[in-house]
C-alpha cells in the first residue's frame, strides 16, 4: 500500500511559479512510476507529467511541455512538479499518482495508476 500526499498548491498571478510536492510512504518508491494529472470541474482527469522509477523516461503533456519539470528524489520518497510560467488555464486541482513498474514504461493513463494522492488546488489569476 502506497500513500500520497501533495502539497504547494495556492494562489499565483499569471506568470509566476509554484512547485507542487507528493511525499510517498513505503520503502518500495523508487519502483514507482509517478505522474501528476489534473482536473477542472466537469473535465475527465488528464496527464500532466509522468517519470519512471529512476528518471530514464519522462513524459509531459502539449500543453505544459517547455514550462513544468517533474523530478524526483528517491531518498526522500518524494516527486516534485515545478510550474512556471503558469497560465489562467492551468487552474484546477493537481494528483500525484504512481503505480509499481519495474521498467522506463511511463503510464499516461488515469487507469493505469494504482495509488492517489488526495489532490491540491491550484489557482492561477489573470
Known amino acids: 500500500q502506497v500513500q500520497l500526499v501533495e502539497s504547494g498548491g495556492g494562489l499565483v498571478q499569471a506568470g509566476g511559479s509554484l512547485r507542487l510536492s507528493c511525499a510517498a510512504s513505503?520503502?518500495?518508491?523508487?519502483?514507482?512510476?509517478m505522474g501528476w494529472f489534473r482536473q477542472t470541474s466537469g473535465k475527465e482527469r488528464e496527464i500532466v507529467a509522468a517519470v519512471s522509477w529512476s528518471e530514464g523516461s519522462t513524459y509531459y503533456a502539449d500543453s505544459i511541455k517547455g514550462r513544468f519539470t517533474i523530478s524526483r528524489d528517491n531518498a526522500r520518497n518524494t516527486v516534485y512538479l515545478q510550474m512556471n510560467s503558469l497560465k489562467p488555464e492551468d487552474t484546477a486541482v493537481y494528483y500525484c499518482?504512481?503505480?509499481?513498474?519495474?521498467?522506463?514504461?511511463?503510464?499516461?493513463?488515469?487507469?493505469?495508476?494504482?495509488?492517489w494522492g488526495q489532490g491540491t488546488q491550484v489557482t492561477v489569476s489573470s
Open positions: 513505503g520503502r518500495t518508491f523508487r519502483s514507482y512510476a
Open positions: 499518482a504512481a503505480v509499481y513498474s519495474g521498467s522506463y514504461y511511463v503510464p499516461k493513463e488515469p487507469h493505469e495508476y494504482a495509488y
